[in-house]
């Protein structure tokens, strides 16, 4: 919800002249590489040791990524041409409703697809910067949303796994600063979100537990059913 909420607000500066892309590029910049350092520095590499990933290989797949995302950046911006805004804001709304739904949160379900919920977020992403007044608008929100949509989460499930303090600890960080910067927008906005946080995080987990004590199991002298008719002729 907060990665969503950061990212919206971010293009909503974006479109409004507020931010500048070189800014947000660089800021993103920086904040990826003290995140990579953090995600090595968790498990002391061990997780870097077992994949055999180097960081040369990690740094070609970054130099691609960019200069394929700048390249097709033209392509990007005038890719819903065609399209209404209102369309575009409503899709929009829709994958990023999807992702939050398909993200895989830590429960083992069926509904859960990490590959989809991050395609619908990228799906989103470029329908937005679609709208953003040039193609280097373009380039960094879509860079911007590999980054908190696809990198982000990685290292939250890092921190979670080793240090689950320190996870607690930057979880609500980020949720500060995605209040703070809603609220920059919309005061009623960042009430309503921080309402809806705290249901989900604090009134929805109490309500579970307080439920549990009610919960009975009906026993009796009854024995099961048992099924004694010759059912081979429904096999053949």
């Given at each position: 919800?907060?990665?969503v909420?950061?990212?919206v607000?971010?293009?909503?500066?974006?479109?409004a002249?507020?931010?500048?892309?070189?800014?947000?590029?660089?800021?993103?910049?920086?904040?990826s590489?003290?995140?990579?350092?953090?995600f090595d520095?968790?498990?002391?590499?061990a997780?870097?040791?077992?994949?055999?990933r180097?960081?040369?290989?990690?740094?070609?797949?970054?130099?691609?990524?960019?200069?394929?995302?700048?390249?097709f950046?033209?392509?990007?911006?005038t890719?819903?041409?065609?399209?209404?805004?209102?369309?575009?804001?409503?899709?929009?709304?829709?994958?990023?409703?999807?992702?939050?739904?398909?993200?895989?949160?830590?429960?083992?379900?069926?509904?859960?697809?990490?590959?989809?919920?991050?395609?619908?977020?990228?799906?989103?992403?470029?329908?937005?910067?679609?709208?953003?007044p040039?193609?280097?608008?373009?380039?960094v929100?879509?860079?911007?949303?590999?980054?908190?949509?696809?990198?982000?989460?990685?290292?939250?499930?890092?921190?979670?796994?080793?240090?689950?303090?320190c996870?607690?600890?930057?979880?609500?960080?980020f949720?500060?600063?995605?209040?703070?910067?809603?609220?920059t927008?919309?005061?009623?906005?960042?009430?309503?979100?921080?309402?809806?946080?705290?249901?989900i995080?604090?009134?929805?987990p109490?309500?579970?537990?307080?439920?549990?004590?009610?919960?009975?199991?009906?026993?009796?002298?009854?024995?099961?059913?048992?099924?004694?008719?010759?059912?081979?002729?429904?096999?053949?």
């Open positions: 919800l907060c990665s909420c950061v990212f607000v971010t293009w909503w500066y974006m479109d002249g507020m931010l500048s892309p070189q800014g947000l590029f660089g800021t993103a910049l920086v904040s590489l003290l995140g990579y350092v953090l520095a968790v498990d002391s590499g997780g870097r040791r077992e994949s055999g180097t960081r040369w290989a990690d740094l070609k797949s970054t130099l691609v990524f960019a200069a394929f995302t700048y390249g950046s033209p392509v990007l911006k890719l819903t041409e065609s399209i209404s805004t209102d369309t575009i804001y409503a899709m929009s709304a829709l994958m990023l409703l999807g992702h939050l739904i398909f993200f895989d949160y830590g429960a083992n379900a069926a509904i859960v697809s990490s590959t989809l919920s991050l395609n619908m977020a990228i799906f989103a992403s470029v329908c937005l910067a679609s709208r953003l040039r193609s280097l608008h373009a380039f929100m879509v860079t911007f949303a590999m980054q908190i949509f696809a990198l982000w989460p990685m290292l939250q499930k890092k921190l979670k796994a080793q240090t689950p303090r996870y607690v600890g930057v979880t609500v960080l949720a500060l600063v995605a209040l703070a910067g809603l609220a927008i919309s005061s009623v906005g960042a009430v309503l979100f921080a309402s809806l946080l705290l249901a995080s604090c009134l929805c109490y309500c579970l537990i307080r439920l549990q004590l009610l919960k009975d199991n009906i026993h009796g002298p009854w024995d099961e059913a048992e099924i004694k008719e010759d059912l081979s002729r429904f096999l053949m």
